[in-house]
Nanobody
């Protein structure tokens, strides 16, 4: 079905920026919701951002609102997460997820397809 692969993680100093990419396979991707989640060691995976299939609607966790921007280019089957003004507490493995629309889009259970994650480390 849909394969999802994240890239773009790395080490950055506090206040810096990174752009994560999520490359997806499948002709149905453009109809799918796409979200970003993150998980720090020893902590629960948490919602970061979501974007509708056509890119018209986005929603962000309060912790990243105003700093992160989710976008997508369906012609390239790619979703992005632009992360600015990074803080040490943003350090986590970031995961891209996709799936048909569901109302529980802010939870892990709202998505069918997941990437393997990309590490983001923000130093203080």
């Amino acid at each position: 079905q849909v394969q999802v692969v994240e890239s773009g993680g790395g080490l950055v100093q506090a206040g810096g920026s990174l752009r994560l990419s999520c490359a997806a396979s499948g002709r149905t991707f453009s109809s799918y919701l796409a979200g970003w989640f993150r998980q720090a060691p020893g902590k629960e995976r948490e919602f970061v951002a979501v974007i509708s299939g056509n890119g018209a609607t986005t929603y962000y966790a309060n912790s990243v609102k105003g700093r992160f921007t989710i976008s997508r280019d369906n012609a390239k089957n790619t979703v992005y997460l632009q992360m600015n003004s990074l803080k040490p507490e943003d350090t986590a493995v970031y995961y891209c997820a996709a799936g048909p629309y569901r109302s529980n889009m802010y939870r892990e259970t709202g998505y069918d397809y997941w990437g393997q994650g990309t590490q983001v480390t923000v130093s203080s």
